[in-house]
């Protein structure tokens, strides 16, 4: 069943238009990472709403609770295949975020006149063997079937329209703002939850899943091990791998604490001497936009729309090299001069980055041309 969104007025629509409706369909892990696309399409619904568009979000329940889509302003369906297909019916425009999502935002759509649109948030090529020939022919179907892909970084815009797609343009997400609540807890009181007092903290914060790479952050902690004093690591996620890091870590005995999934990622960073962000792939890590926006050194792997998005603001390594990950570390513990240059240039380098006003203008730009279109 439906929710309804708390009523408020709807601003007039010009020309006496009827107000535009769009659907936005979200996968499984819409909330993976510390901000990941659900955080994205709240932000959206929020800014859409607030301009006269009547808003539909069909995603998994639980989403629901953790975003609160109605509370932004949007209709709530659940993902049900049927409830899909009977909301794209009542949309003038279909926006599904991810490629699994446009997958199935395409089936629903088959034989309606209604225009797609498919942000790529972190979606990066896909893998090797069956299961990359798998990903690149669903990569290849959802570029085509699109009128429009949105890249969160150029590699993105160039792998869509590589797949095939007629239309890929670059449209960066921007990191939406915390909800407002009480004062965050001073950084001193989260090291000492954390068992980081007197020692470096570093954080990352991500699903364990493969592409993360923390396997290979494992293997650089274990030269931390030589440092004094030894800096503790704490990765704020959850996912399949966490059996597995749990056993080398304790195995190992590594400096490394699994939090689990954390609300606090923003207060976590805050009180990390430096964060890290070791993945295969990333097009707009929330990790880094986090980092470089609060002033927290950030070593990254130069990977993605990782060099970007970040610019001078951070020390990128190669992927999968988990000496010259430790090196860079280790290097920044030992230099508080350096770490203090890339605090300054990480701000400068998120002052860069587009607001989330500019990021729902840009995305109701697109659906207004896509209207005209169809006219």
């Given at each position: 069943m439906s929710s309804s969104p708390v009523s408020s007025p709807v601003p007039a629509q010009p020309y006496g238009r009827p107000p535009l409706r769009a659907l936005h369909v979200l996968g499984a892990n819409a909330g993976a990472g510390a901000a990941g696309s659900g955080a994205h399409v709240r932000s959206l619904a929020t800014g859409l709403a607030a301009r006269g568009v009547r808003v539909t979000v069909c995603a998994p329940v639980a989403s629901e609770g953790e975003y609160d889509f109605t509370g932004a302003g949007a209709l709530f369906e659940p993902d049900a295949p049927c409830a899909l297909r009977a909301a794209c019916a009542g949309a003038d425009v279909v926006h599904a975020h991810g490629v699994r999502a446009g997958m199935r935002a395409?089936?629903?759509?088959?034989?309606?006149?209604?225009?797609?649109?498919?942000?790529?948030?972190?979606?990066?090529?896909?893998?090797?063997?069956?299961?990359?020939?798998?990903?690149?022919?669903?990569?290849?179907?959802?570029?085509?079937?699109?009128?429009?892909?949105l890249g969160a970084s150029s590699n993105q815009v160039d792998l869509a329209r590589l797949r095939g797609a007629r239309d890929a343009r670059l449209a960066p997400v921007a990191v939406p703002a915390g909800p407002e609540g009480p004062e965050p807890p001073e950084p001193g009181k989260v090291r000492a939850e954390l068992g980081a007092v007197g020692r470096p903290l570093l954080v990352a914060v991500g699903s364990l899943v493969p592409h993360r790479g923390y396997s290979v952050l494992l293997d650089a902690a274990r030269a931390w091990r030589a440092l004094e004093p030894v800096p503790l690591l704490v990765i704020a996620g959850e996912g399949p791998l966490r059996a597995e890091l749990s056993r080398r870590i304790e195995a190992e005995g590594l400096p490394v604490r699994l939090l689990g999934r954390r609300r606090d990622a923003v207060q976590l960073l805050a009180a990390a001497d430096l964060a890290v962000l070791p993945s295969r792939w990333e097009a707009r890590a929330p990790l880094a936009q986090e980092a470089l926006r609060v002033g927290v050194p950030l070593v990254a792997t130069a990977v993605g729309g990782l060099p970007e998005l970040v610019g001078e603001g951070a020390v990128l390594v190669p992927y999968g090299n988990p000496e010259a990950l430790a090196g860079a570390v280790s290097g920044l513990l030992g230099d508080a001069d350096r770490r203090a240059a890339l605090a300054v240039a990480g701000r400068a380098q998120a002052a860069t980055w587009p607001s989330e006003d500019d990021t729902v203008a840009q995305v109701l730009s697109v659906y207004d041309e896509l209207m005209e279109r169809g006219r």
């Open positions: 395409a089936l629903a759509l088959r034989g309606r006149r209604v225009p797609l649109v498919v942000s790529w948030h972190g979606d990066g090529p896909a893998a090797g063997g069956a299961p990359g020939r798998l990903g690149r022919l669903l990569e290849r179907h959802v570029a085509r079937a699109a009128a429009v892909v």
